[in-house]
Each structure stands twice: as C-alpha cells, then as structure tokens.
C-alpha cells in the first residue's frame, strides 16, 4: 500500500508521516529530501541555478520513481508538488490512499511564525501579513488538495489522534 501525504507548508506532513510510518511500519519519505538526494543539490539551489521549470519537471518524475521504490511507502509531497504539471492526477492512478491534511489559515499562520525563517517563500513576510498571504495561497491550491481521496480535518488534534484517523480510512 502507498500512501500520500499533501497540504499546504507546516500542515504537518513530515511529522505526521514519520509517526504513521513508524506505527504501519513502512519508509517515509519526504519527497522534497528525494529530489535533493537525486540532484545533489538543495531545493533552493535547483531553483535559483537551473530554474523552476526545470525543478517542476524533476518533481513530477521523482513522484512516479519514490512511488515505484516500494509498496509500503508513506510519500510526503510539497505544498505546492499537486498543483503543477498532472502531478496529482498522475498520482490519484498511483494509489488511492491520497491524503490531504487540512489546517486553517489562522493554524497555519500560528504553526508557520514560529519556523519562518526555515521557509523561503514566507521568511520575509510579517507576521501581520502571513494570514493573507496563506489565505490567498491555499484559494489557488485547494481545488488541488480537495482532489485527495480523504481530507484529515488537523486542527486543535494531537499528532497521534491525526496518525489513528489516517490509519483507520485507509483502503
């Protein structure tokens, strides 16, 4: 069985995909850590040294080779990975285990204060501001997320309350 995880940044992911892979006891993998393994350079670096296009296309490439590494995989996708190129159709064929892990815009904004200095895209925006700016992002991206076969609704959920739900809908 494979497993997707997609949402917007600091929706919890990552986190959650480790825990849910540790509890299934299947890889995770973090497919923006992929890329960087397979292009020996880091997200930032692809962009600013051979360009978005460039990153985009590698990105939908490496969904179908992470996907192909195994059956018992939990993949972890970029907030913005669904919204490019037929990469969440193409995936949807892949599994039907596609999972979106909602968060509000007021959760979000709270999660992402706290690391933006770790998020390029957000890093320069004040904290006044990072509502909007959220808001205005997850408008233009949630036809994308709402394509997943489950939606996790996180907010005020612990991260195991999160992983037993996911486990609980998956086909």
Not at 71 to 89: A, Q, V
Request: with cysteine; glycine share 6%.
């Amino acid at each position: 069985m494979k497993i997707v995880l997609l949402g917007y940044m600091g929706s919890g992911k990552s986190t959650i995909g480790r825990v849910l892979a540790e509890k299934l006891d299947y890889r995770f993998l973090d497919l923006d850590d992929f890329i960087e393994q397979k292009e020996k350079m880091s997200i930032p670096e692809l962009f600013k040294e051979k360009g978005e296009i460039y990153f985009r296309k590698k990105e939908s490439e490496y969904i179908t080779m992470a996907l192909a590494e195994s059956d018992k995989i939990i993949l972890s996708l970029g907030g913005g990975t669904p919204c490019y190129t037929n990469n969440m159709s193409d995936i949807l064929t892949l599994t039907p285990n596609v999972i979106y892990l909602k968060v509000s815009v007021i959760g979000l904004a709270q999660r992402l204060q706290k690391e933006k200095s770790d998020r390029p895209l957000i890093k320069n925006i004040p904290d006044a501001d990072l509502p909007e700016f959220i808001g205005k992002h997850l408008f233009e991206r949630s036809v994308f997320y709402q394509k997943a076969n489950s939606t996790i609704e996180c907010d005020n959920k612990t991260i195991d309350d999160i992983v037993s739900e996911i486990a609980e809908n998956l086909v």
